[in-house]
């Protein structure tokens, strides 16, 4: 009797061992990205889909707006606390990656994750010292967008070139009255587009090859300056001051893009979904052509990574991260499922599987856009520096000064010049 209870403790004990074996197997990861709505709703049906797939592993999912990310990332990523994959804005490599180190080698992780679907020249660009930060999930490029019905009761076509632009704001203003503006956006993609008339005028893009410096020389710089402030005398786009009077927004939701007052955009490819079904119909957005110096040999469409994926350093878990991050981007599951939420996909599997179900079609203006800024001849630096938010700032500050007649147009374009060739300095230094 005393060997069956003894036989059965043991028995009983072996059972208990092997349960927590089980468990210790069971593995939680933490991810986390920005978006919309429509991103949260399509990644967390694929993150149920994976776990389905992988019973063993589950993942937790913390999710939020543009607002406030990049701050999250930073205490997070400064404290150790990083979520084991989470999306990664490119520019802000610099940041948490100076020297490479600063994410997961994911070069070491390829018996996991299939890195044979993506270009080596584009795995180039999330590479630093030899090490795999980040998976580049899909490019963006910058367009010409517009409303087809204002458009169209403005009596124009379409602008070609630069002079069409800057006539047709005055057409608007004469036609349709002061409410409405050929175009409507932000500082950055001021920026982007001011880049792109100079590169076109004198073939130099905005920074050198390195990335690292202003190409531009000082009257170069204020011939910009004075591009920007015609593009509101003109009457081409709202100026900061008239803009400073709806206090903070987001101008898709207002009844003025809506309603189709401000009636196109110059924007990257990627957001364009977002922003066509805000449209009252039956107004469409569509791209239109690539706005043109007379002459120009380049484009200067400005294409750089747009979303990345990256692992943690301090993840206890790497192959169950690249696990995930490889269902995401190269499972034909998930990828069906995402569609284009995250842009269109570098993932050769994806592009594939997108392709076949109907999804990468040139009626998606986000489609149509990328597939027309490929066929131009195209010379542009992508460089952290066209969208670093200190270098932002000084531009922002310049136009503001400008808006208000606080500076000339000159003299606003030799203060941020000025402001951010010490930031470039100062970073140079610390590197």
């Given at each position: ?75 997070q ?7 084991d ?32 679907q ?9 590479t ?7 998976i580049p ?102 100026g ?22 401000w ?38 469409a400005y ?6 994926y ?58 149509a ?46 203060d ?16």
């Amino acid at each position: 009797m005393k060997r069956l209870i003894c036989a059965s403790v043991i028995g009983m004990s072996s059972l208990l061992a092997t349960s927590v074996a089980f468990a210790q197997q069971d593995v939680t990861l933490r991810m986390s990205w920005w978006g919309g709505k429509s991103r949260h709703e399509v990644m967390l049906n694929a993150l149920q889909a994976f776990e389905a797939r992988n019973p063993g592993i589950k993942v937790n999912a913390e999710y939020m707006g543009w607002d406030g990310y990049l701050e999250r990332m930073t205490t997070q990523i400064s404290g150790g606390i990083a979520p084991d994959v989470m999306q990664i804005n490119w520019p802000w490599f610099p940041i948490f990656s100076r020297t490479g180190d600063g994410f997961y080698d994911i070069n070491t992780l390829s018996d996991t994750f299939d890195l044979s679907q993506y270009p080596a020249k584009e795995l180039k660009s999330t590479t630093i010292n030899g090490k795999l930060n980040a998976i580049p999930i899909s490019l963006n490029v910058p367009g010409f967008y517009y409303n087809t019905e204002t458009w169209k009761k403005a009596g124009l076509a379409f602008p070609k070139n630069w002079d069409d632009l800057f006539a047709a704001g005055k057409v608007f203003k004469e036609r349709l009255g002061d409410e409405y503006y050929p175009l409507i956006f932000g500082d950055q993609d001021t920026f982007l587009m001011v880049n792109c008339y100079m590169s076109q005028k004198y073939n130099t893009p905005m920074f050198t090859p390195d990335g690292n410096h202003f190409a531009w020389n000082q009257e170069q710089w204020r011939e910009a300056f004075r591009f920007i402030q015609r593009l509101v005398s003109d009457h081409v786009i709202p100026g900061p001051k008239y803009l400073a009077s709806f206090g903070k927004f987001d101008f898709i939701d207002t009844k003025y893009w809506q309603d189709g007052k401000w009636a196109g955009t110059y924007t990257w490819n990627v957001v364009i979904q977002y922003y066509a079904p805000k449209l009252t119909p039956p107004a469409k957005l569509v791209l239109g052509d690539y706005v043109m110096y007379p002459g120009a040999t380049n484009a200067s469409a400005y294409f750089k990574v747009s979303l990345t994926y990256a692992i943690s350093k301090d993840t206890k878990h790497p192959k169950e991260a690249a696990k995930l991050m490889n269902f995401l981007l190269n499972d034909p599951q998930a990828i069906a499922a995402i569609k284009l939420e995250n842009g269109i996909p570098l993932s050769k599997i994806a592009v594939k599987t997108l392709t076949d179900d109907g999804t990468l079609t040139e009626e998606n203006p986000s489609v149509a856009g990328f597939n027309a800024a490929q066929k131009l001849k195209s010379e542009s630096t992508a460089t952290s520096w066209m969208e670093d938010q200190k270098m932002q700032s000084f531009f922002q500050e310049a136009r503001q000064n400008m808006d208000y007649g606080r500076m000339t147009p000159d003299q606003a374009a030799d203060d941020f010049v000025a402001k951010a060739e010490r930031l470039m300095k100062r970073s140079a230094a610390r590197s």
